[in-house]
């Protein structure tokens, strides 16, 4: 596993205000598997969210992205879905209070926690999406099963599953 830095390039905003990691992975124990030798390999790309970002907490920044990027691999080495990988590393960020995104969120005017989450299938171009959902510790897990149920196909009497969730106060 290689793991680079990214760069951010808003302007106005210093090139180490905003941590990312990338990892590259290629894997052997496929390739040996396979009988024409194809090669895969991929890589996985997480960044701590746009905005400011303390230079102080810069190791913390690219722990949380390096975590979740291994999380990512790990699940991708294992055969599951890109999709699948992509709500593994989300979590991973999610659970930091470094990031904003799950418990380390914004608040709203009211104080609370309020996090939006979506995740698209690039094969199918089917997504899951939740906007302002309070009281979930990984909103993507939420966007992640609606995406899943979505591509069950249709329910009952040619009902179409829904594809977003949004809470209200």
Partial sequence: MIMEKGMNSGEGLPSRSSQASAAKVTVKEIE???????????????????????????????????RACQKAIEKLQAGALATDAVAAALVELEDSPFTNAGIGSNLNLLGEIECDASIMDGK?????????????????????????????????AGRIPPWIQLSCI
Wanted: with cysteine; glycine share 14%; net charge positive.
């Fill in 32 to 66: 040996t598997q396979q009988p024409c030798k194809e090669k895969r390999g991929g890589f996985v790309l997480v960044h701590a969210g746009a905005g400011y970002h303390s230079e102080s907490k810069a190791k913390e920044y690219k722990h949380v992205c390096k």
């Fill in 124 to 156: 199918s171009l089917n997504f899951g999406a939740v906007g302002a959902l309070s009281g979930i510790k990984n909103p993507v897990s939420v966007a992640h099963r609606l995406l899943c149920e979505g591509q069950k196909g249709k329910l009952s």
